[in-house]
């Protein structure tokens, strides 16, 4: 049998509260009397509640009316408020309005006085009955709270009322993430920041009871997006909606996670295997299976190394226990073939910080260690001929320890070819000539193209200079040989010269072209690898200046040769800055009566310590060196520049004729940089001439088109030189030409070669054909006057008129006077 008077295994603790003290006293007594245990008495409101906070009574006798003024009921709301603790009243005043306002303090009992100890012991142990259930219950819903507090769960009723749907949460403090959603108290606050699917589903579950189990998103008022995970059903007897709501954002981030990361595992090119703590296969990708040719059930269960690898030297080996790893391995594929690859390893951690499973992937890298082969191999050949370059060449002589023979050869007459026949038969000349080369040489020896025409051979272990000569002669007859070309159309061919030509139809043409050799040897010649090129292109200089198709040996005297080129390259790098440069006019004359009809513009140049450096000397540099686009830019400029000053002081009208390189016209711009010059001297276009060479005729398109736009601007072009190279008529007659120019060595050798009388005869009858006017070039006698007077009526120039002249002589000329 339980006994009442006690609570948890103990007597039951009672604190009385009463202002009459002999009444208080006798309560005691019978309270002690029944088997309670008193823990104090007081006889106002801030005593009792000071009491009840120290004693922690189990129960709280209360009057009414207290001393001081104090009011029971208050006390008693009081304590059951922070305390929890049970209160019975005990009053002499049973009115409505004072049950009325006792009720609000939610009794346990009310006993009016006077009342027996029997009816006080029964209103007791029932009312701590009452609390123990509670104390149950409370029990229950603490359990409940903790439990959707670990679930992170807010528990929702919507309750069923005339004005709407009272929403009421239970564990909202659980999810404080949610706290704007478990603030709302009707449906709409509910509904609002979901998305249409959830809006849907609860009006579904209010209208026909569907339950809701569902996952969708929410959007809040005044914080990022969550994702809510919700469970609802509808209580059809109570009216009664109960459901649960849960945060699952992050599980919904890692859910999207792991399939962003299933869809990359699957798409991906990397071949992924995913392995277990032991290293063996789980699964594996579909990009593994198409670039091994293993299938999953092939190795599943099977450690990598058991499979993958192709243990060669030289490759990275990943070390034991460690937990990431990447670099290149050597792989092997089913059917036993090799290839590199890029290999990641990486370790999946535990929360002990222990690898639970292992993630390996790899790139097959063979197309990148191909394009690294060629990209090696075009670092170190030309692109064209598939010969070494300058830094194969370099490397070769760095490596060299014994004896080396070098051979730096330049073909004779390439630049006439390249410029008539074009760039591509150029091209094909120069692949031609590379095979050759090569069928010379040995294995161990090094064929090199520096670059235009000029080749170099490297023989090791070479120390004798009849042998050395000998291989050069071979590669002089090698070159020799007629070369056939694909060409655009035949041309008009060449007189004399080393380079010749034969038309041999309209597609394909053959050229001879001839090669200058220098040859030098180490340690014969030179004290180092190092020097050797320099001083084999010293003596190649050399080979050139005996008469080409020659091959010529170092001597130490040719250094001083190539130092002299060297001194006026450098010269010709700041002869403009340091004004070096001078005009020279020769004027250009009517042949039959000697009136000068214009002026040739040419170039002299003072270096300051070598002198007057002719022509012929210093603009095969300039040309080889691209200086010539700056120095013609400067030329035309000046020439212009004098020409309309001399029209602008009233002297007769000039035509001025000025020469202008191919290399000018490899900017893009040149049309539109003669007009500015015009513009900015107020020169009219027709007064000036373009000097052309006919290498500018084989030239692509962009260069037709150049000089079509020249032609429309009104300045004249004339083809300068004109017999001396390959000059296709095809070409010549859709080009905007006004004028040929008979070159000098025709007029010098009309007297005594019928081949040089028959050329200048078909260039004249050429231009009569074409309607192009004529110079003639170097006319230095009457009976060359009278000869081409024969022929046509056309102007020249020459010594037998007036020589090259200064500028300030010239302008005597123009103004009626003696030049002087």
Not at 261 to 276: G, K, M, Q, R, Y
Not at 311 to 335: I, L, N
Not at 479 to 498: F, H, I, Q
Not at 719 to 727: A, E, H, K, P, V
Request: glycine share 8%; net charge negative.
């Amino acid at each position: 049998m339980v006994d009442l008077a006690q609570v948890s295994g103990r007597t039951v603790r009672i604190q009385i509260v009463e202002d009459e003290r002999i009444v208080a006293l006798d309560l005691r007594a019978g309270l002690e009397q029944l088997g309670y245990e008193v823990v104090g008495i007081a006889a106002n409101e801030p005593d009792a509640l000071k009491m009840a906070r120290h004693a922690e009574p189990d129960l709280v006798l209360m009057d009414i009316h207290l001393d001081r003024g104090s009011d029971g009921i208050s006390a008693a709301r009081q304590l059951r408020e922070l305390l929890q603790v049970p209160v019975i009243f005990l009053s002499a005043y049973g009115e409505p309005e004072t049950l009325q306002r006792a009720a609000e303090a939610a009794p346990y009992g009310y006993l009016l006085k006077p009342f027996e100890l029997r009816e006080l012991n029964a209103t007791v142990r029932m009312a701590m009955v009452r609390r123990a259930v509670e104390r149950q219950t409370e029990e229950a819903e603490r359990r409940l709270r903790l439990a959707l507090e670990s679930a992170r769960l807010a528990v929702l009723e919507l309750h069923a009322e005339p004005s709407g749907h009272r929403l009421q949460w239970v564990g909202q403090e659980s999810v404080p993430e949610l706290r704007s959603l478990t603030q709302a108290e009707t449906l709409a606050q509910l509904t609002r920041g979901l998305e249409p699917r959830g809006q849907a589903a609860l009006q579904t579950l209010l209208q026909l009871g569907t339950p809701i189990d569902l996952t969708c998103a929410w959007q809040p008022e005044d914080a990022p997006g969550r994702w809510l995970e919700i469970h609802a059903r509808h209580f059809e007897p109570e009216g009664l909606v109960i459901g649960m709501v849960r945060d699952v954002s992050e599980r919904v981030e890692r859910e999207n996670r792991l399939r962003q990361a299933s869809v990359a595992f699957d798409a991906t090119d990397e071949a992924i295997l995913f392995l277990d703590g032991d290293q063996r296969v789980l699964s594996c990708n579909s990009a593994f299976a198409q670039l091994t040719g293993w299938s999953m059930q092939d190795v599943i269960g099977h450690q990598p190394d058991e499979f993958l690898f192709a243990r060669r030297q030289g490759d990275a080996v990943r070390e034991p226990g460690s937990r990431q790893w990447h670099g290149e391995v050597t792989c092997r594929r089913r059917d036993g073939s090799c290839f590199p690859a890029l290999q990641h390893f990486a370790a999946v951690v535990d929360d002990h910080g222990h690898a639970s499973h292992h993630v390996l992937s790899f790139a097959d890298i063979s197309e990148i260690r191909q394009a690294q082969h060629a990209l090696h191999h075009q670092a170190l050949h030309d692109a064209l001929t598939g010969l070494g370059n300058r830094v194969l060449l370099q490397q070769a002589l760095q490596a060299s320890e014994g004896p080396v023979a070098l051979f730096f050869m330049d073909l004779d007459g390439f630049k006439t070819i390249n410029d008539t026949l074009g760039h591509d038969a150029g091209d094909d000349l120069l692949k031609q000539v590379a095979l050759r080369i090569r069928g010379l040489l040995r294995k161990d020896d090094i064929a090199v193209r520096l670059g235009g025409d000029e080749f170099v051979v490297l023989l090791r272990q070479m120390d004798q200079e009849e042998v050395a000569l000998q291989v050069a002669q071979k590669l002089l007859s090698a070159v020799a040989r007629p070369v056939l070309l694909e060409t655009g159309g035949s041309g008009l061919g060449a007189a004399g010269g080393k380079a010749g030509e034969k038309a041999t139809g309209p597609q394909q043409q053959t050229v001879l072209v001839t090669a200058s050799i220098g040859v030098a040897l180490y340690p014969a010649h030179v004290d180092s690898p190092h020097t050797l090129l320099r001083a084999a292109d010293a003596a190649m200089y050399q080979a050139k200046a005996r008469g080409r198709c020659r091959a010529v040996l170092f001597e130490s005297a040719m250094a001083d040769v190539a130092s002299h080129r060297l001194k006026l390259e450098q010269g010709l790098r700041v002869a403009l800055e340091q004004q070096q440069f001078r005009l020279a006019w020769q004027p250009v004359v009517d042949l039959r009566s000697g009136r000068i009809e214009g002026a040739e513009v040419l170039l002299r140049w003072t270096h300051p310590e070598l002198g007057e450096v002719p022509p012929a000397r210093f603009i095969p540099v300039a040309e080889d060196t691209g200086l010539i686009i700056d120095i013609g830019a400067w030329v035309l400029d000046q020439a212009v520049a004098q020409a309309a000053a001399w029209r602008a002081q009233g002297l007769a009208e000039l035509r001025v004729a000025v020469n202008v390189s191919v290399r000018q016209f490899d900017q893009d711009d040149m049309p539109a940089r003669i007009a500015r010059v015009l513009e900015r001297h107020r020169f009219p276009a027709p007064l000036l001439e373009l000097e052309l060479t006919e290498s500018l005729i084989a030239q692509e398109v962009s260069t037709e088109l150049a000089l079509r736009r020249l032609r429309e601007l009104g300045v004249r072009l004339a083809l300068d030189d004109f017999g001396t190279g390959f000059s296709s008529l095809a070409q010549l007659t859709a080009l905007p030409m006004d004028r040929l120019k008979i070159d000098r060595s025709f007029i010098q050798g009309q007297a005594q070669q019928g081949s040089s009388q028959a050329v200048v005869r078909s260039i004249v009858a050429l231009a009569s054909g074409l309607s192009l006017d004529i110079t003639a070039e170097g006319v230095e006698t009457l009976e060359q006057q009278q000869w081409l007077l024969s022929l046509a009526d056309m102007q020249a120039q020459g010594y037998l008129f007036h020589k090259p002249m200064p500028t300030e002589a010239m302008a005597r000329l123009l103004g009626g006077g003696r030049p002087g």
